[in-house]
């Protein structure tokens, strides 16, 4: 226990002090942490997906804490409550259809299961089912999901059984484990290649001669050109330097040596040029629940900018950036305020940033925001590691990686903040 | 009903000549009998009993208006207003036209709706468990063919509400394909099915404060909200807000002709909301303070567009070209499986206004209840299945009836 509170506390620091950068780090990182944390949990009898659910919300909460702006956080941190929900779910239907089966076959001291001979195992495997379900209008009249009943049939089903199913008991209980850890090495392996998935869909959507415009750097979107190049498809790369960072010249670097050809624009021409530009493909920090994106400062202006030329715009997000939260006020709330150094020098502006100078408060203020809110209206497709999707299809995505309880509950920690 | 050339002034003054004497055997011809045993016909067909039933409800009439219709009532000899013990109109529904021979689930259905507090779709679910349970049936497919007759005659009583059409296949749904019922024997089938149509209500309760709960992250302290009508949605909504200590400002639409405006603006004032009063015409005027239009919805249609009260168009259409969001709050058992395309493709629900004076006869008078708002209007849909983008609804709907 203490050497993942002593890991827990580093990955805290890490967040803290903005030490991390890049959702995909962040996520991966994430995963790892977290995965650590399963294995060191000690797992009691009886309920121990709760027990896994709680030591994994604990951690969660203190990490989104950390850092609210970085939300691949918690979005790694709902995907981990999820795998759990699902594995656990998978498990004690397996269980309970071994029961059944055994319930058939020596029915004498199983005198608690005989007491709801109307509940089939189907229909409890049905009604096990939709609770991880996100409610749909499909389960609006059917019963309201007895999801505490499930776990409790079996656990007293456990109970009373002695000591011949207690080892099988235990094992059940190692199995949960080890389930849980498998899914989520997946979700680690997952993160780290959604790169290459995305890359691989690069020729469906670049064509020959085509002019694509994209600001800053991303890697996501380096492995894409850099894909689309590998097949033989030559076109043209006008690369916006991205200020104040100006990581657009890194990225217009890489990719003349991998022999693309890059035009390098301020960002300030991206108005200037889109009239020739095909296609816009940039990166995204997250991809909010409703389609909207939160993308590195400079990409409202470009987007906007296609807009106006027709243009389309699509953006490159990994599975981990999809949040399932809604933005309010993504300007604000999910924006982060970098050092103003970025932009200016200190020594040549120490006279107007000075706070000693008599007055008081100093003439000149500096903000540096690093993201900008795009919203869906403007985006044109997402491209992800699972396809193309339409901005308003993000909540389908949303449902199938997340689930409903843990939505609700994260959101109120969230915005308690 | 719509015409594409001018020529249906012409055919407009046919028809009134020829259906000018109002006798009953051409109202039967001219509608199509609905096939199912006990049809009892719609006495006033052409007007809509939905929202007759929620101007009842929901409408505040001032004392020289009611006094008005009274002299009016007893001028026609039409009783189809009597003023309500406060104040308010109770429309007498005209359910007992048909003379009370068993059982009918229409007037089952016609006394739910006249509480207050009930939602269309709870009633018409709570008219068909009576049916359930008035039915001599003994096995399921002949329960089944009990139920299709009763929902369809009531969706024919009633063609402009929506939820209470949404109500029916929703519920009629529910009994021929739920997995559940196939391992039950019949009675405890039937048993079950009364059962979950009892729950209905509170279902439909729960629904209105999941809505409540999920809507409190989009009220912001400081934030102006448009309302138009009145909605019991919305009312929770800003109720659940107003509890949660938010400090907002609400901005109400007089909604005429049924002025169910003033009703939203008395139940705020009464929580202490700051709560302004706006004529319908005033939206445009008023929009460049409002951070965000919240209205509720009859019927949420499969485009993702919403069915509402007359008037939501013109403020969804005016709060798009200011760029402000508009919030929908709407039960999920709204949904229906309609397509309108246009405003007109609906069939029309009309009811009766009141201009103050007298009207000539020459001038004709737009009496539809409702507008039709399509779906790029629309922000987000608040409902108790989450908030949903409105591509979504088409995506649910699929899923119950594919």
């Keep these: 226990m203490p050497d993942t509170q002593a890991l827990v506390n580093d990955f805290l620091n890490k967040l803290k002090k903005r030490k991390i950068e890049g959702s995909q780090a962040t996520a991966k990182q994430t995963a790892e942490l977290l995965r650590s944390v399963i294995s060191q949990t000690r797992m009691p009898y009886t309920n121990q997906a709760a027990a896994l659910i709680h030591s994994v919300k604990a951690v969660g909460e203190r990490l989104i804490a950390a850092n609210p702006v970085e939300l691949a956080v918690g979005n790694v941190v709902r995907r981990v409550l999820h795998i759990i929900r699902e594995e656990d779910l998978s498990l004690t239907a397996a269980a309970m259809a071994g029961l059944n089966l055994s319930a058939e076959s020596d029915d004498e001291d199983d005198t608690d299961r005989d007491n709801h001979p109307a509940l089939s195992a189907a229909a409890i495997a049905a009604a096990s089912r939709s609770t991880l379900r996100p409610p749909s209008l499909q389960t609006l009249l059917e019963d309201v999901p007895d999801s505490a009943a499930v776990p409790h049939t079996s656990s007293s089903g456990g109970d009373s059984e002695g000591k011949s199913k207690s080892a099988d008991k235990s094992s059940r209980s190692r199995k949960l484990k080890h389930d849980v850890i498998e899914a989520v090495n997946e979700l680690i392996q997952d993160i780290s290649t959604c790169h290459e998935l995305i890359a691989e869909q690069a020729v469906e959507h670049i064509h020959q001669n085509e002019v694509i415009l994209t600001l800053g750097s991303s890697r996501t979107v380096l492995e894409f050109l850099c894909a689309a190049k590998e097949k033989k498809r030559s076109f043209r790369v006008f690369v916006a330097e991205g200020a104040p960072r100006y990581q657009g010249h890194l990225l217009a670097k890489e990719l003349v040596t991998r022999g693309l050809q890059t035009t390098l624009i301020t960002d300030s021409a991206v108005f200037a040029m889109i009239s020739r530009v095909n296609m816009v493909i940039v990166g995204a920090h997250a991809v909010m629940a409703n389609g909207g994106v939160i993308a590195p400062v400079g990409l409202n202006m470009v987007a906007l900018a296609a807009q106006k030329h027709a243009v389309p715009f699509v953006v490159l997000a990994g599975s981990h950036k999809l949040c399932p939260l809604y933005p309010h006020h993504p300007e604000v709330l999910l924006n982060e305020l970098r050092s103003p150094s970025e932009l200016l020098d200190f020594g040549e502006f120490s006279d107007c940033l000075d706070f000693g100078s008599g007055i008081g408060a100093p003439l000149l203020h500096v903000v540096n925001p690093t993201f900008d809110y795009v919203p869906p209206k403007l985006v044109s497709l997402f491209i992800t590691d699972t396809g193309g999707h339409n901005p308003s299809y993000m909540y389908r995505l949303i449902a199938d990686y997340y689930s409903a309880d843990d939505l609700v509950l994260e959101r109120r920690t969230t915005s308690g903040n | ?402």
């Design chain 2, 1 to 402: 009903m719509w015409w594409r050339s001018a020529s249906f002034i012409l055919d407009r003054q046919q028809e009134q000549n020829t259906s000018f004497p109002p006798n009953p055997e051409s109202l039967l011809l001219s509608s199509p009998p609905p096939s199912m045993a006990d049809s009892l016909q719609n006495p006033k067909p052409d007007i809509s009993a939905y929202y007759q039933t929620r101007a009842a409800h929901h409408a505040v009439v001032t004392s020289d208006w009611l006094a008005q219709a009274q002299a009016a009532v007893s001028l026609q000899t039409n009783d189809d207003v009597s003023p309500g013990s406060d104040g308010r109109v109770a429309t007498t529904g005209g359910g007992t036209g048909g003379d009370n021979k068993t059982f009918s689930v229409i007037d089952e259905f016609n006394s739910w709706r006249k509480q207050p507090d009930l939602a269309e779709a709870v009633a018409a679910i709570r008219a068909l468990a009576a049916v359930i349970r008035a039915s001599q049936a003994t096995t399921m497919m002949e329960l089944e063919i009990e139920l299709k007759k009763a929902s369809d005659s009531l969706k024919a009583w009633d063609t402009t509400s929506i939820s209470l059409t949404a109500g029916c296949d929703l519920f009629m749904r529910y009994v021929t394909r739920t997995s559940a019922l196939e391992y039950e024997d019949f009675k405890s089938a039937r048993y079950r099915l009364i059962e979950r149509a009892e729950k209905f209500g509170e279902i439909s309760c729960k629904a209105r404060r999941i809505i409540a709960m999920l809507s409190q992250d989009f009220i912001f302290d400081g934030c102006t909200i448009l309302v138009h009508g009145f909605s019991r949605v919305v009312l929770e909504v800003l109720k659940t807000a107003a509890q949660n200590k938010k400090h907002f400002r609400v901005f109400c639409t007089e909604g005429r002709p049924d002025r169910t405006g003033l009703r939203l603006s008395n139940e705020l004032a009464k929580l202490d909301v700051p709560v302004k009063l706006l004529i319908d015409s005033a939206v445009a005027y008023t929009m460049d303070e409002v951070d965000m239009v919240l209205v509720g919805a009859d019927g949420v249609v499969e485009s993702g567009g919403i069915i509402n009260m007359m008037g939501t168009y013109q403020i969804a259409l005016v709060s798009h070209s200011m760029n402000k969001p508009v919030y929908v709050a709407a039960e999920s058992y709204k949904f229906a499986r309609l397509y309108p395309l246009d405003q007109k493709d609906m069939g029309p629900a009309l009811r009766t206004i009141d201009f103050g004076v007298p009207i000539p006869s020459k001038v004709e008078v737009e009496k539809s209840a409702r507008d039709y708002t399509p779906p790029q209007y629309l922000t987000l849909l608040f409902t108790d299945l989450g908030v949903l983008t409105p591509s979504v609804v088409s995506d649910e709907l699929i899923q119950l009836y594919l």
